[in-house]
């Protein structure tokens, strides 16, 4: 019996057999806003599907039309970029598995002078009001959607799409009583009329064979969100018209509750999609959150028609799901807080990074190997160059000073929520070893030592960086400690904390300090106000959560220039700052510490008279890092030389990503006439033979010609200028909503 057997048992999904339950999660490469097709994006989802990947694969950052758009950046879809997906479908459909093309409309969480509403609309997170679209609009979308529906199951041989419906989307704002205040037939007690002619116009535009999906807003966790029963209903009227798949999001935006961070326990909002998957006898995807492979399954067997959405654990190891049907062990997404994402310099964008995966969409080609290389360090930096300079082919050596590799990273992990980067260390130190790198642990590389065993090495310079105290009168009293201090358990903290610092460590040390971790289902909504949504509308609880008094008073001192809400906003974290509050935490903003001694801490903070003495036992310093130049003065003393991490050459021998990547097929280059083309895929059904029970590859490819099939007449792309096209289109939105101008205020 095969490890798993529920993960990997096959499904029907209408007419398609998918080859296990495991769903990849829309991922936001960065590549978008270039090409939705790139050849880094194609190699990137080729390494998932190759061999035992996902049996079904959900494509994101589908945009229908310029008014959806999250910002005036990003691009919208059009028929050429669908015409160059086939370069992306075949690759996933060569490994027997499904992909669907997500389409999507930002609606009320647009940030942008075309952003349009169900009613005119206050977003206070963006500070943007919204405009009500005109009904001429809420047609025009309509067809849109339809219109690169059928685009992509037709010529990019997507096998369905998944109609973004969840959070501020258009779909979800029209089908909201909180956002739709229409007096059309768009609104009043017609307000899922838009959502359900959406999926009525798709499925007669491509027929009965693609699959259709919905990401539903499973819980608004907003008061006055949708009931119960209402959201049954909307899901029973979607599946009528041609829905045989549902996903679901969490939340009208990621700033309510902490959906997929290291603050929510693993499979928390499972119940209540189990909860809908009893009542709506369709497939659903579980997602958010979930799981180890272990809680997956027994989910499957009480759940036999459901699926499981991974997305972070694909991110951090792209062989995951082979590595689950081995038994093999899995690199361990560490739930950062930077959510995928870092700003490239190359690229001039945020672009999809992986603290557990650094080499995700950076991938590069083996060299000639035969250099010998002294790699000084064994921290994130180090292990990181020994495996890329293993892997061109080199002889790496490796030289850390402690018993264990990980530097930083290893005191990281005793933080409250970072258990799971202990583990990473230990798989990416298992890789090492496979690849031949030689370890050495416990010694302190001196400039004598390299001299007298590596001379005639290639030395590169990993030794991290150490902190470094601010110049305060009376930090170097005793009660200060740094954060190794802290984490390394050298001095017993006190029930009064003063934590000096900004940012995601600062945050996360506090967190630490002063906070329970909440594992058990019912305490963690408790915490947050969540509750059974058959009970409480929306999903939220409506009162003042109950907590168990914190270990520590713990204040935050943050010095910067912005406030701690408004450092967070940027990350869409506001929950963080939130949960703090909840328990007993200070935070002083655009504060400047005056005075520190052996009992307390002197602030003031800008804007206010005089200064607030803060009564401690301890106080954590979380400032910036210096980087260790000792053993670089050394080298440069006797004459020998090296590469420091950072520096260009250190990156040009290790890391030359960007320079080549293999190519995957080539897009077709016309479309064959629509009858034909439909023709060809109805023959290729039909002359599919063999039990497709005993053999679930089978790939049904589109069966388009069975159903009535609506050919588009219309142009996707508008030819008047940009600020035309804006005038205009204020012009309608006022002639049409002056009757109805109230503002909506809403804000997580």
Same mark, same amino acid.
């Given at each position: 019996?095969?490890?798993?057997?529920?993960? @990997?048992?096959?499904?029907?999904?209408?007419?398609?057999?998918?080859?296990?339950?495991?769903?990849?999660?829309?991922?936001?490469?960065?590549?978008?806003?270039?090409?939705?097709?790139?050849?880094?994006?194609?190699?990137?989802?080729?390494?998932?599907?190759?061999?035992?990947?996902?049996?079904?694969?959900?494509?994101?950052?589908?945009?229908?039309?310029?008014?959806?758009?999250?910002?005036?950046? *990003?691009?919208?879809?059009?028929?050429?970029?669908?015409?160059?997906?086939?370069?992306?479908?075949?690759?996933?459909?060569?490994?027997?598995?499904?992909?669907?093309?997500?389409?999507?409309?930002?609606?009320?969480?647009? *940030?942008?002078?075309?952003?349009?509403?169900?009613?005119?609309?206050?977003?206070?997170?963006?500070?943007?009001?919204?405009?009500?679209?005109?009904?001429?609009?809420?047609?025009?979308?309509?067809?849109?959607?339809?219109?690169?529906?059928?685009?992509?199951?037709?010529?990019?041989?997507?096998?369905?799409?998944?109609?973004?419906?969840?959070?501020?989307?258009?779909?979800?704002?029209?089908?909201?009583?909180? @956002?739709?205040?229409?007096?059309?037939? &768009?609104?009043?007690?017609?307000?899922?009329?838009?959502?359900?002619?959406?999926?009525?116009?798709?499925?007669? @535009?491509?027929?009965?064979?693609?699959?259709?999906?919905?990401?539903?807003?499973?819980?608004?966790?907003?008061?006055?969100?949708?009931?119960?029963?209402?959201?049954?209903?909307?899901?029973?009227?979607?599946?009528?018209?041609?829905?045989?798949?549902?996903?679901?999001?969490?939340?009208?935006?990621?700033?309510?509750?902490?959906?997929?961070?290291?603050?929510?326990?693993?499979?928390? &909002?499972?119940?209540?999609?189990?909860?809908?998957?009893?009542?709506?006898?369709?497939?659903?995807? @579980?997602?958010?959150?979930?799981?180890?492979?272990?809680?997956?399954?027994?989910?499957?067997?009480?759940?036999?028609?459901?699926?499981?959405?991974?997305?972070?654990?694909?991110?951090?190891?792209?062989?995951?799901?082979?590595?689950?049907?081995?038994?093999?062990?899995?690199?361990?997404?560490?739930?950062?807080?930077?959510?995928?994402?870092?700003?490239?310099?190359?690229?001039?964008?945020?672009?999809?990074?992986?603290?557990?995966?650094?080499?995700?969409?950076?991938?590069?080609?083996?060299?000639?190997?035969?250099?010998?290389?002294?790699?000084?360090?064994?921290?994130?930096?180090?292990?990181?160059?020994?495996?890329?300079?293993?892997?061109?082919?080199?002889?790496?050596?490796?030289? *850390?000073?402690?018993?264990?590799?990980?530097?930083?990273?290893?005191?990281?992990?005793?933080?409250?929520?970072?258990?799971?980067?202990?583990?990473?260390?230990?798989?990416?130190?298992?890789?090492?070893?496979?690849?031949?790198?030689?370890?050495?642990?416990?010694?302190?590389?001196?400039?004598?030592?390299?001299?007298?065993?590596?001379?005639?090495?290639?030395?590169?310079?990993?030794?991290?960086?150490?902190?470094?105290?601010?110049?305060?009168?009376?930090?170097?009293?005793?009660?200060?400690?740094?954060?190794?201090?802290?984490?390394?358990?050298?001095?017993?903290?006190?029930?009064?904390?003063?934590?000096?610092?900004?940012?995601?460590?600062?945050?996360?040390?506090?967190?630490?300090?002063?906070?329970?971790?909440?594992?058990?289902?019912?305490?963690?909504?408790?915490?947050?106000?969540?509750?059974?949504?058959?009970?409480?509308?929306?999903?939220?609880?409506?009162?003042?959560?109950?907590?168990?008094?914190?270990?520590?008073?713990?204040?935050?001192?943050?010095?910067?220039?912005?406030?701690?809400?408004?450092?967070?906003?940027?990350?869409?974290?506001?929950?963080?700052?939130? &949960?703090?509050?909840?328990?007993?935490?200070?935070?002083?903003?655009?504060?400047?510490?005056?005075?520190?001694?052996?009992?307390?801490?002197?602030?003031?903070?800008?804007?206010?008279?005089?200064?607030?003495?803060?009564?401690?036992?301890?106080?954590?310093?979380?400032?910036?890092?210096?980087?260790?130049?000792?053993?670089?003065?050394?080298?440069?003393?006797?004459?020998?030389?090296?590469?420091?991490?950072?520096?260009?050459?250190?990156?040009?021998?290790? &890391?030359?990503?960007?320079?080549?990547?293999?190519?995957?097929?080539?897009?077709?280059?016309?479309?064959?006439?629509?009858?034909?083309?439909?023709?060809?895929?109805?023959?290729?059904?039909?002359?599919?033979?063999?039990?497709?029970?005993?053999?679930?590859?089978?790939?049904?490819?589109?069966?388009?010609?069975?159903?009535?099939?609506?050919?588009?007449?219309? *142009?996707?792309?508008?030819?008047?200028?940009?600020?035309?096209?804006?005038?205009?289109?204020?012009?309608?939105?006022?002639?049409?909503?002056?009757?109805?101008?109230?503002?909506?205020?809403?804000?997580?």
């Amino acid at each position: 019996m095969a490890a798993y057997p529920h993960l @990997f048992l096959p499904l029907k999904v209408g007419s398609h057999f998918l080859k296990n339950r495991i769903v990849m999660a829309p991922v936001e490469t960065g590549l978008e806003k270039q090409d939705y097709f790139d050849p880094r994006v194609v190699e990137f989802y080729e390494e998932r599907a190759r061999g035992d990947g996902p049996g079904l694969f959900i494509l994101g950052n589908g945009v229908v039309h310029e008014t959806g758009l999250r910002n005036l950046k *990003d691009p919208v879809l059009t028929a050429g970029l669908l015409n160059n997906a086939v370069r992306l479908t075949s690759v996933i459909h060569e490994s027997g598995s499904k992909v669907l093309l997500q389409l999507q409309h930002h609606g009320a969480g647009a *940030d942008h002078m075309f952003a349009v509403s169900a009613s005119r609309f206050r977003n206070r997170d963006t500070g943007r009001t919204l405009h009500r679209a005109p009904g001429l609009l809420v047609s025009h979308l309509i067809s849109q959607y339809s219109l690169f529906a059928y685009h992509a199951i037709l010529h990019g041989e997507f096998d369905g799409v998944e109609i973004y419906g969840g959070r501020l989307s258009l779909p979800n704002v029209f089908s909201s009583r909180l @956002f739709n205040r229409r007096h059309d037939k &768009w609104g009043l007690q017609a307000r899922t009329l838009f959502a359900v002619e959406l999926v009525r116009r798709i499925r007669s @535009f491509v027929g009965p064979a693609p699959i259709i999906s919905y990401r539903l807003s499973l819980l608004d966790l907003h008061a006055g969100g949708s009931e119960w029963h209402d959201l049954l209903a909307f899901a029973q009227a979607l599946h009528y018209e041609g829905v045989n798949l549902f996903s679901f999001d969490i939340g009208f935006t990621p700033n309510s509750v902490p959906v997929n961070s290291d603050l929510t326990p693993a499979g928390v &909002w499972v119940p209540f999609m189990e909860k809908f998957s009893r009542e709506i006898k369709v497939p659903v995807i @579980f997602g958010h959150r979930m799981p180890g492979p272990d809680r997956l399954d027994d989910i499957l067997q009480n759940n036999i028609t459901s699926l499981v959405e991974i997305g972070r654990p694909l991110i951090a190891d792209a062989r995951w799901v082979e590595h689950v049907h081995t038994g093999k062990p899995v690199r361990p997404c560490t739930l950062c807080p930077h959510g995928c994402t870092r700003p490239d310099r190359r690229e001039g964008r945020e672009m999809l990074a992986c603290i557990a995966d650094p080499y995700v969409l950076r991938r590069s080609h083996k060299h000639p190997g035969g250099l010998d290389i002294l790699v000084v360090g064994g921290g994130p930096a180090g292990m990181a160059a020994a495996r890329e300079g293993a892997l061109r082919g080199h002889k790496i050596t490796l030289v *850390d000073e402690g018993p264990e590799l990980g530097g930083l990273y290893r005191l990281c992990a005793k933080i409250q929520g970072r258990s799971s980067i202990a583990e990473l260390l230990k798989v990416q130190e298992r890789e090492l070893v496979e690849l031949g790198v030689e370890i050495i642990r416990n010694t302190r590389a001196t400039a004598q030592w390299i001299e007298d065993n590596y001379s005639g090495s290639r030395i590169l310079l990993a030794t991290g960086k150490e902190s470094c105290m601010p110049d305060i009168p009376g930090i170097d009293t005793p009660n200060v400690l740094s954060l190794e201090d802290l984490l390394q358990g050298r001095v017993p903290v006190g029930h009064r904390v003063a934590v000096i610092g900004s940012g995601n460590v600062a945050v996360d040390v506090t967190r630490h300090l002063c906070t329970h971790d909440l594992k058990a289902h019912d305490e963690w909504c408790c915490a947050w106000g969540i509750g059974d949504p058959a009970e409480h509308i929306g999903g939220t609880l409506g009162v003042i959560p109950h907590l168990n008094p914190a270990p520590r008073k713990v204040y935050l001192i943050n010095e910067t220039n912005e406030t701690t809400e408004e450092l967070f906003a940027h990350e869409r974290r506001l929950y963080e700052v939130q &949960w703090l509050r909840m328990h007993g935490v200070n935070i002083f903003d655009e504060a400047n510490v005056e005075q520190i001694d052996s009992h307390s801490v002197r602030v003031s903070c800008e804007g206010e008279e005089g200064s607030t003495i803060l009564r401690v036992d301890h106080i954590v310093v979380v400032g910036d890092r210096e980087a260790n130049a000792e053993l670089q003065n050394e080298l440069t003393e006797l004459g020998i030389p090296f590469e420091a991490a950072g520096s260009m050459k250190f990156k040009r021998l290790l &890391w030359t990503a960007f320079t080549s990547f293999r190519h995957s097929k080539s897009a077709v280059s016309e479309f064959s006439p629509p009858k034909q083309k439909l023709l060809e895929h109805s023959n290729k059904c039909t002359q599919s033979t063999g039990n497709t029970q005993n053999n679930p590859q089978v790939i049904h490819r589109l069966a388009i010609g069975n159903g009535r099939i609506l050919k588009p007449s219309f *142009d996707l792309q508008s030819p008047s200028p940009r600020f035309l096209r804006f005038y205009i289109f204020r012009f309608l939105c006022k002639v049409e909503g002056s009757s109805q101008s109230s503002t909506l205020y809403i804000s997580s």
